[in-house]
């Protein structure tokens, strides 16, 4: 979504100021001067700027962990991928694809909780990469993102194509897509919030209560 869609979205979500910055470079030049309770993010669907997105929302849960941390993702899959599997808790996320006027008021719900920012609003969505998906599934997601196709994989893994192509059929029930396009799309996102939560220090990897 570019800057011009946000700034029609968001002067409907309340009576707030909004500002706006094309990258993470400008907005931490402008944290000395730009008082602010919450972030959202736009996750961008050029895959640099997307994992620049998700490193921010790493950082800013280290650092300023009283703000609200908001995600509009680009479409329904990306928004259930990132809620699940997310490494770092957040205050909310919805697709850019739902009606606008529903964006709206979860905006302004999100929002007007700035007075109660603590574990209490924060989604539970967060579940450990490592608690939802086994060892195996991990390393097809690793490879399918990587381009191979399940006989490179299954040469890799040391096992046989029916082993590996009943593994990628859980996986994608798992992830919630039905289509090989869904699943390296899936798996690109996941490999890198995988980057992201791999930077946290160890004491902030802990699934809320």
Not at 52 to 79: F, S, T
Not at 86 to 111: D, F, M, N, Y
Request: net charge positive; hydrophobic share 45%.
């Amino acid at each position: 979504m570019s800057e011009a869609g946000l700034r029609h979205l968001l002067p409907g979500a309340g009576n707030y100021q909004f500002y706006f910055f094309k990258d993470y470079a400008d907005f931490m030049n402008a944290l000395p001067w730009t008082p602010f309770f919450a972030v959202i993010y736009s996750l961008s669907a050029i895959r640099a700027q997307r994992l620049e997105c998700l490193k921010v929302m790493c950082e800013m849960a280290k650092n300023r962990p009283g703000q609200q941390r908001i995600v509009l993702a680009g479409n329904d899959m990306e928004a259930r991928l990132v809620s699940r599997f997310s490494p770092v808790a957040l205050h909310g996320i919805i697709s850019k694809t739902a009606p606008l006027e529903r964006v709206r008021q979860q905006l302004r719900k999100w929002l007007s909780d700035k007075q109660r920012v603590n574990e209490t609003i924060l989604n539970l969505w967060y579940y450990s990469y490592e608690r939802v998906l086994n060892q195996t599934e991990r390393e097809i997601l690793h490879y399918t993102a990587l381009g191979y196709p399940i006989a490179n994989i299954a040469i890799r893994l040391q096992r046989n194509c029916k082993s590996i192509r009943a593994h990628k059929l859980s996986l994608m029930t798992k992830l919630g897509v039905d289509t090989d396009a869904g699943l390296f799309y899936a798996a690109d996102i996941l490999v890198q919030m995988q980057q992201a939560f791999l930077e946290i220090p160890h004491s902030r990897r802990q699934i809320p209560a």
